[in-house]
Nanobody
Framework: QVQLVESGGGLVQAGGSLRLSCAAS????????MAWFRQAPGKEREFVAG????????MYVDFVKGRFTISRDNARNTVYLQMNSLKPEDTAVYYC?????????????????WGQGTQVTVSS
């Protein structure tokens, strides 16, 4: 069983930056596609960004393109989400997710492993 632990959330002013990290257990991390999802109060969970095991495929949802960057370090079993130019509407709990499938999926039901989430709050 793969365990995922997120960190890096917090409170930031609009226009600021945060870097989320997700550390994974296990020896096959490099074969998993990883993604970040988020869920704001009263809203459904939504896909934010995803990266394939080799990082050859990267996807973003439109509203974060140009502001967020997903990356991974397979030697450290870690995936990152660099968030710049943050907006109040980015406020949410951000979840890291992993799938045994090699390619990125946008549907959360395709992911096998989930972290506990980290709160990101952007003040105006």
């Amino acid at each position: 069983q793969v365990q995922l632990v997120e960190s890096g959330g917090g409170l930031v002013q609009a226009g600021g930056s945060l870097r989320l990290s997700c550390a994974a257990s296990g020896r096959t991390f490099g074969t998993y596609a990883m993604a970040w999802f988020r869920q704001a109060p009263g809203k459904e969970r939504e896909f934010v960004a995803g990266i394939s095991g080799s990082a050859s495929i990267i996807m973003y949802v439109d509203f974060v393109k140009g502001r967020f960057t997903i990356s991974r370090d397979n030697a450290r079993n870690t995936v990152y989400l660099q968030m710049n130019s943050l907006k109040p509407e980015d406020t949410a709990v951000y979840y890291c997710a992993g799938t045994r499938y090699w390619n990125v999926a946008r549907d959360g039901s395709d992911y096998n492993f989930w972290g506990q989430g980290t709160q990101v709050t952007v003040s105006s």
